[in-house]
């Protein structure tokens, strides 16, 4: 058995030049759609590799020697635990499979090495949409096929050599034609209600709004601008100054942080005097906690609602969601306070803040149970002139809110917020902080809000005996255009170039595409594919309705293709096709051919015909008759040549 299989590895049909570099391109269009994810050392190391395999067959054609490949083998995975701490998961499975096809390289010598190498090579690409399944990164995806495509065909025997230009256009054809039955296969392929296979979720952090706030853990969020959820509102949206979206209500503060805590009860009473229904496409935030427009009147079904109507869904959302709600704008909520709570909404921690605290309780005593007067002072203090918005402000030490009130007096949202939360618990009054969206950008061609990551913010809650939680926003104070405007307009010179206005425009538009791409790729799941054939009457469709559509749909493009092909090898004589396509154009100055007319007569006849273009004329017929009749199979450079001539050929009429 060993012997055949030597026998059968010297006798492979060894690679040649153009195969192994379409190949090189092949593995190299791989690992940059991975760039992004690997390691700078990692991807250092595999540019290096994959660099130094192509110059040295150049020069030296043959395998990598074993005592190379082993060792190189044996520190990839070393390197890969070191760094991922497995060789599992979305990040280390894609890194091994990246660094192993690089490896492959080494060792590829003939065209079987170049089958193996590329078939991997298109797994590895796909697992590029484990990251991101984006309609840009999808389409450099199918991009990426190209050269894949372009070394098989490379690899079939016997095969002219032909321009690289002449090597891709075929396989562009090949992919526009599969285009069709990838949209059908697409569309009619039964889709599971969960994946039968996926990668374990990624180890990092990743960005969005947190259980747990203290100050400057927002500012990395601010200066995210990517989309964090679209809402399309039944009817007219409200205006920018009421656009917030409730997340997490946050009660416990330790001196340092506010953190949410939820624990069982029922949601706290609301009397709501004017409702809004909307519908949020929620991104993938890795979070449990489902946004909502100020005080949601009853959870969707993906969430329920928690003790502060807050939603929550039972598992992080991970993929995009889309879900229906109504919230109410005007309300009553929570009228009544049970003593609970009420101690809940007054705790502060022991031995911090004292200069805040002190002044909290000056205010008391001025205003006694004014609840109004004290809130007033607040907003007055933060709309003094003294403090100043900005998102990289100066550290605080360990009684944080002091140094900010009396002390830095810069900040943004969560140290407002944080602030006046805790002078108004020294103050007597019930108060909690509250996180998660206001404002966003109103994109009037796909008529919904697009609300991005850098629209994160914190504000207040006071409770006001029979008004119940009232919001109040202390950043209001300071900046009242960042609630007018938008979180874009306080950033100031802190917003970079990729924050620009101009090219936020770009994006906000762009962003109308990436939507449609959302909702009619990513989001098209086995509930609305159950739905696919309602047009026609069919109500729900099973697994058996979409089995047969499949299958019918299958025998049409078989068909199709057949007859396709068919034609095509009544075509595939290349020398008869540029002979009628000289016909044709010699038909448009009226020299045309007759049915019993022979190519040397007929030719002659346009030579006669068109003086003025005799010699080209005699020069094609010449080059037809040694082509068709002087080789058993046309030399393939004089086809080409006759073939461009024709193509170059511009008959030209007679002025008589």
Same mark, same amino acid.
């Given at each position: 058995?060993?012997?055949?299989?030597?026998?059968?590895?010297?006798?492979?049909?060894?690679?040649?030049?153009?195969?192994?570099?379409?190949?090189?391109?092949?593995?190299?269009?791989?690992?940059?759609?991975?760039?992004?994810?690997?390691?700078?050392?990692?991807?250092?190391?595999?540019?290096?590799?994959?660099?130094?395999?192509?110059?040295?067959? %150049?020069?030296?054609?043959? $395998?990598?020697?074993?005592?190379?490949?082993?060792?190189?083998?044996?520190?990839?995975?070393?390197?890969?635990i070191t760094s991922y701490g497995s060789l599992f998961g979305r990040e280390a499975g894609a890194a091994l499979a990246v660094g192993l096809l690089v490896l492959k390289l080494l060792e590829s010598e003939t065209a079987r090495d170049a089958r193996v190498g590329i078939a991997f090579a298109c797994f590895a690409l796909m697992t590029a949409l484990l990251f991101d399944q984006g309609m840009v990164i999808t389409f450099l995806v199918a991009l990426g096929l190209l050269p894949a495509l372009a070394a098989l065909r490379a690899l079939e025997p016997a095969r002219v050599p032909v321009s690289l230009k002449r090597e891709l256009l075929p396989v562009l054809t090949m992919l526009g034609l599969s285009l069709p039955l990838?949209?059908?296969?697409?569309?009619?392929?039964?889709?599971?209600?969960? !994946?039968?296979?996926?990668?374990?979720?990624?180890?990092?952090?990743?960005?969005?709004?947190?259980?747990?706030?203290? !100050?400057?853990?927002?500012?990395?969020?601010?200066?995210?601008?990517?989309?964090?959820?679209?809402?399309?509102?039944?009817?007219?949206?409200?205006?920018?100054?009421?656009?917030?979206?409730?997340?997490?209500?946050?009660? $416990?503060?330790?001196?340092?942080?506010?953190?949410?805590?939820?624990? !069982?009860?029922?949601?706290?009473?609301?009397?709501?005097?004017?409702?809004?229904?909307?519908?949020?496409?929620?991104?993938?935030?890795?979070?449990?906690?489902? !946004?909502?427009?100020?005080?949601?009147?009853?959870?969707?079904?993906?969430?329920?609602?928690?003790?502060? %109507?807050?939603?929550?869904?039972?598992?992080?959302?991970?993929?995009?969601?889309?879900?229906?709600?109504?919230?109410?704008?005007?309300?009553?909520?929570?009228?009544?306070?049970?003593?609970?709570?009420?101690?809940?909404?007054?705790?502060?921690?022991?031995?911090?803040?004292?200069?805040?605290?002190?002044?909290?309780?000056?205010?008391?005593?001025?205003?006694?149970?004014?609840?109004?007067?004290?809130?007033?002072?607040?907003?007055?203090?933060?709309?003094?002139?003294?403090?100043?918005?900005?998102?990289?402000?100066?550290?605080?030490?360990?009684?944080?809110?002091?140094?900010?009130?009396?002390?830095?007096?810069?900040?943004?949202?969560?140290?407002?917020?944080?602030?006046?939360?805790?002078?108004?618990?020294?103050?007597?009054?019930?108060?909690?902080?509250?996180?998660?969206?206001?404002?966003?950008?109103?994109?009037?061609?796909?008529?919904?809000?697009?609300?991005?990551?850098?629209?994160?913010?914190?504000?207040?809650?006071?409770?006001?005996?029979?008004?119940?939680?009232?919001?109040?926003?202390?950043?209001?104070?300071?900046?009242?255009?960042?609630?007018?405007?938008?979180?874009?307009?306080?950033?100031?010179?802190?917003?970079?170039?990729?924050?620009?206005?101009?090219?936020?425009?770009?994006?906000?538009?762009?962003?109308?595409?990436?939507?449609?791409?959302?909702?009619?790729?990513?989001?098209?799941?086995?509930?609305?594919?159950?739905?696919?054939?309602?047009?026609?009457?069919?109500?729900?469709?099973?697994?058996?309705?979409?089995?047969?559509?499949?299958?019918?749909?299958?025998?049409?493009?078989?068909?199709?293709?057949?007859?396709?092909?068919?034609?095509?090898?009544?075509?595939?004589?290349?020398?008869?096709?540029?002979?009628?396509?000289?016909?044709?154009?010699?038909?448009?100055?009226?020299?045309? %051919?007759?049915?019993?007319?022979?190519?040397?007569?007929?030719?002659?006849?346009?030579?006669?015909?068109?003086?003025?273009? *005799?010699?080209?004329?005699?020069?094609?017929? *010449?080059?037809?008759?040694?082509?068709?009749?002087?080789?058993?199979?046309?030399?393939?450079?004089?086809?080409?040549?006759?073939?461009?001539?024709?193509?170059?050929?511009?008959?030209?009429?007679?002025?008589?």
């Amino acid at each position: 058995m060993k012997f055949v299989l030597r026998r059968t590895g010297r006798h492979e049909q060894p690679l040649d030049n153009r195969a192994f570099d379409l190949l090189c391109v092949t593995i190299a269009s791989v690992f940059v759609l991975h760039i992004g994810h690997l390691p700078i050392w990692l991807s250092v190391v595999l540019a290096l590799l994959l660099g130094w395999r192509w110059w040295k067959r %150049r020069e030296q054609p043959g $395998r990598a020697p074993v005592y190379l490949k082993l060792p190189l083998l044996g520190l990839l995975a070393i390197a890969i635990i070191t760094s991922y701490g497995s060789l599992f998961g979305r990040e280390a499975g894609a890194a091994l499979a990246v660094g192993l096809l690089v490896l492959k390289l080494l060792e590829s010598e003939t065209a079987r090495d170049a089958r193996v190498g590329i078939a991997f090579a298109c797994f590895a690409l796909m697992t590029a949409l484990l990251f991101d399944q984006g309609m840009v990164i999808t389409f450099l995806v199918a991009l990426g096929l190209l050269p894949a495509l372009a070394a098989l065909r490379a690899l079939e025997p016997a095969r002219v050599p032909v321009s690289l230009k002449r090597e891709l256009l075929p396989v562009l054809t090949m992919l526009g034609l599969s285009l069709p039955l990838a949209l059908f296969a697409f569309v009619a392929v039964p889709r599971l209600s969960s !994946p039968l296979w996926g990668a374990p979720p990624s180890s990092q952090a990743r960005t969005g709004l947190s259980d747990r706030m203290s !100050p400057g853990d927002f500012a990395d969020l601010l200066t995210d601008d990517r989309p964090a959820m679209r809402v399309s509102f039944d009817g007219t949206p409200p205006p920018n100054s009421a656009r917030y979206f409730r997340a997490y209500v946050m009660w $416990r503060y330790d001196g340092r942080s506010w953190a949410y805590a939820d624990y !069982p009860r029922e949601p706290a009473s609301l009397v709501a005097e004017r409702t809004i229904k909307y519908q949020i496409s929620l991104e993938p935030s890795g979070q449990t906690v489902l !946004p909502a427009m100020d005080v949601p009147v009853e959870a969707p079904p993906q969430g329920q609602l928690g003790g502060d %109507r807050e939603v929550v869904a039972s598992r992080p959302v991970n993929d995009a969601l889309t879900y229906s709600m109504e919230s109410a704008l005007t309300y009553r909520l929570q009228p009544v306070l049970d003593d609970r709570s009420r101690r809940r909404a007054l705790q502060l921690p022991d031995g911090f803040n004292p200069k805040t605290i002190a002044l909290a309780q000056s205010w008391r005593q001025r205003h006694g149970d004014d609840t109004n007067a004290i809130v007033r002072e607040a907003l007055t203090l933060f709309h003094n002139g003294v403090f100043r918005y900005t998102l990289a402000p100066s550290p605080l030490g360990r009684d944080a809110m002091d140094d900010f009130l009396f002390s830095t007096h810069e900040g943004f949202c969560e140290h407002y917020a944080s602030a006046f939360t805790i002078l108004m618990r020294a103050a007597g009054i019930p108060a909690r902080v509250v996180t998660g969206y206001q404002g966003g950008y109103w994109n009037g061609l796909g008529n919904y809000l697009l609300v991005r990551q850098s629209d994160a913010h914190a504000w207040g809650e006071v409770w006001i005996a029979e008004r119940g939680w009232v919001r109040v926003d202390p950043t209001a104070a300071v900046r009242p255009d960042r609630v007018s405007l938008g979180a874009a307009a306080v950033a100031g010179d802190q917003g970079n170039w990729f924050g620009s206005e101009w090219l936020r425009d770009a994006r906000n538009h762009w962003d109308v595409v990436n939507r449609w791409w959302n909702q009619g790729v990513i989001g098209f799941s086995a509930l609305r594919q159950r739905g696919l054939l309602s047009p026609l009457g069919i109500a729900e469709t099973d697994a058996e309705k979409l089995g047969l559509l499949l299958a019918i749909g299958c025998v049409l493009f078989a068909m199709i293709g057949l007859v396709w092909a068919l034609w095509r090898q009544r075509e595939t004589d290349p020398l008869r096709a540029a002979m009628a396509r000289l016909e044709h154009k010699l038909a448009r100055v009226d020299v045309i %051919r007759r049915h019993s007319e022979g190519p040397q007569h007929y030719l002659s006849r346009a030579a006669r015909a068109l003086p003025h273009q *005799r010699d080209r004329l005699e020069q094609l017929m *010449r080059s037809y008759l040694d082509l068709r009749y002087a080789h058993d199979e046309p030399p393939p450079e004089s086809l080409r040549a006759f073939r461009r001539a024709v193509r170059d050929f511009r008959p030209r009429r007679v002025v008589k």
